[in-house]
């Protein structure tokens, strides 16, 4: 094997995506069955499932397996179950996350305006459901002495930002600093945990469908690359964080954003 084959090695590797039905969590399938891992989609979306793995399996070996994340002894029968069938789980992406609710630039957006029926029901998905799915994990990765653990954060978790609602940001936050806390804790065990924090990406998130013209124009004017990401775009990443090419990361939170991050005005066009 070539040395880039072999640092990007998970050919015997078992990965767990939740929220892998759709957007940056099928990415993330996507590349690992492409790479010949065995990879277990799972998504609450059952109808969204069935269809994304008819295409996947024709990559390489896939199964569905129907979660709400938010569900902890489900999430906890998911992964036994999984390490039931296939005698490990090397790889786990806790993807899976939800938009709620309107973000302070837009009325209604408010501080004043926070709906907490709204909050509870994003902070159950995109907080605790990473933590179900991350505690589930680590208990049979401490057992093998082995493993990468990846979250999904968002540059919305590491600043302030006037584009996403309350709920959705303190979600995010919590899910960088739950990335760091269980890192320190799990690498005794040899069990690795990272965050990849995206910036805009074109996805299902909103709710599906075209963006409208002048929200995607909104974006993409604080992006200084000028365009948000294609969900393709995380594919490296993400192989890296999960391979042994990043063997020495854990702790790690690692924007993907265009530049979204960087300081500064909006520059002219170039010339
Ligand atoms: N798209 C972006 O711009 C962006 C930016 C930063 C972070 N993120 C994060 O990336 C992750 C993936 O989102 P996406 O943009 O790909 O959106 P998406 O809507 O395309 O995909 C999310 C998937 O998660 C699933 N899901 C939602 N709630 C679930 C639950 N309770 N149990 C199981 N599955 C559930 C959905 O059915 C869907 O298939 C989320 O955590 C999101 O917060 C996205």
Redesign the pocket.
């Known amino acids: 094997m070539g040395v880039l084959e072999d640092l990007f090695d998970v050919r015997d590797q078992v990965a767990l995506v939740?929220?892998?039905?759709?957007?940056?969590?099928?990415a993330f399938a996507s590349i690992l069955a492409d790479c010949g891992a065995t990879v277990i989609v799972?998504?609450?979306?059952g109808e969204?499932l069935e269809k994304e793995l008819r295409g996947l399996s024709s990559r390489g070996r896939v199964a569905g397996y129907p979660?709400?994340?938010?569900d902890a002894p489900a999430v906890r029968a998911c992964v036994d179950s999984i390490v039931a069938e296939y005698k490990s789980i090397d790889i786990a992406f806790a993807?899976?996350?939800?938009?709620r609710g309107r973000p302070p630039l837009l009325p209604e957006g408010w501080l004043d305006d926070m709906s907490m029926t709204d909050y509870n029901a994003l902070i159950d998905?995109?907080l605790h459901?990473v933590v179900y799915t991350v505690q589930a994990a680590a208990r049979h990765m401490k057992r093998q002495r082995s493993g990468s653990i990846i979250t999904?954060?968002?540059?919305?978790g590491l600043r302030n930002d006037p584009f996403t609602p309350y709920s959705?940001a303190i979600a995010?936050a919590g899910v960088v600093n739950f990335t760091k806390q269980a890192a320190h804790d799990l690498a005794r065990w040899n069990v690795r945990v990272n965050a990849i924090?995206?910036?805009?990406?074109?996805?299902?998130?909103g709710g599906?469908g075209p963006m409208p013209p002048e929200a995607e124009a909104r974006w993409n004017s604080v992006i200084p690359l000028g365009r948000?990401?294609d969900?393709a775009e995380i594919r490296g990443l993400a192989l890296l964080l999960a391979s042994p090419a990043g063997s020495f990361m854990t702790g790690g939170v690692y924007p993907i954003d265009g530049g979204a991050l960087l300081q500064g005005p909006s520059l002219p066009p170039a010339g």
């Open positions: 939740t929220g892998g039905a759709s957007g940056l969590g099928y799972a998504d609450w979306n969204r979660l709400d994340v938010t993807n899976a996350g939800v938009a998905v995109n459901g999904t954060a968002s540059t919305a959705y995010k924090a995206p910036g805009p990406f074109k996805t299902n998130l599906g948000m990401g969900p």
